[in-house]
């Protein structure tokens, strides 16, 4: 089944504790995309990567770090959580990004609480 | 820079209704807006996208318009089930910053039984 696969799909945690939400899809896509889910600010994008070895930042990239090593994967890493980075995060992938028509494909999320 | 906006935040509806869901955005020049549900606890479902050279997308009881010129989308729900029910989000391309998409806030939809 065609899917995009994060873990874990909850965390509680504290302030500091370097953590990592893996993000894996099956579907040989290039683009990737990582979003923070929060009341009222909807969705925004934190970090995108066009393909293997290429990441860039999206709108909201403070305290998070990406790498996209191999084509499948795309790790989000906290290296110092703090309680503002409490959220609902999504991985998403499309076949392509840029300017294509392919559609996201969103997993079921990762919630994040930092104490 | 672009910009989604969707009214209202919430909707109820009894089932049966047909029903319109809007989404407004700033930069006409829009490459495609997709429109997904998303379901308590869970990701986000692509409904329908549609290209900046058409006009509407059709899937079932779901047709999206799109009105560059007004900066407008609606998705049109026909005959709305209780199984309707979700958070409804678009979210727009823009040729000018095609690595990402701009999401709305979402409508919150309940059909009553």
């Known amino acids: 089944e065609a899917q995009v696969t994060q873990n874990p799909r909850y965390l509680i945690t504290v302030t500091g504790k370097k953590l990592t939400v893996t993000c894996s899809q099956n579907?040989?896509?290039?683009?990737m995309s990582w979003y923070r889910q929060d009341p009222g600010l909807g969705l925004r994008q934190i970090y995108y990567?066009?393909?293997?070895?290429?990441?860039d930042k999206g709108d909201v990239p403070e305290g998070y770090k990406v790498s996209r090593k191999e084509k499948r994967n795309f790790p989000l890493i906290l290296e110092s959580p703090s309680p503002n980075q409490t959220s609902l995060y999504f991985c998403?992938?499309?076949?392509?990004?840029?300017?294509?028509?392919?559609?996201?494909?969103f997993g079921d999320g990762t919630r994040l609480s930092i104490l | 820079k672009q910009e989604v906006t969707q009214i209202p935040a919430a909707l109820s509806v009894p089932e049966g209704e047909n029903l319109v869901l809007n989404c407004s955005f700033t930069?006409?020049?829009?490459?495609?807006l997709q429109w997904f549900r998303q379901d308590p606890g869970k990701g986000l479902t692509s409904l329908l996208l549609?290209?900046?050279?058409?006009r509407e997308q059709t899937s079932g009881r779901l047709n999206a318009s799109l009105d560059k010129s007004s900066g407008r989308s609606t998705l049109y729900i026909a005959a709305s089930q209780p199984g309707d029910s979700a958070t409804y989000l678009c979210?727009?391309?823009?040729?000018?910053?095609?690595?990402?998409?701009?999401f709305g806030s979402g409508t919150r939809l309940s059909i009553r039984p």
């Open positions: 979210a727009g391309k823009a040729y000018s910053s095609a690595s990402k998409i701009i």
């Open positions: 549609i290209q900046s050279s058409q």
């Open positions: 930069d006409s020049a829009i490459y495609n």
């Open positions: 990567s066009m393909n293997v070895e290429v990441t």
């Open positions: 579907m040989n896509h290039e683009y």
């Open positions: 998403a992938s499309s076949l392509i990004g840029g300017l294509s028509n392919q559609p996201q494909h």
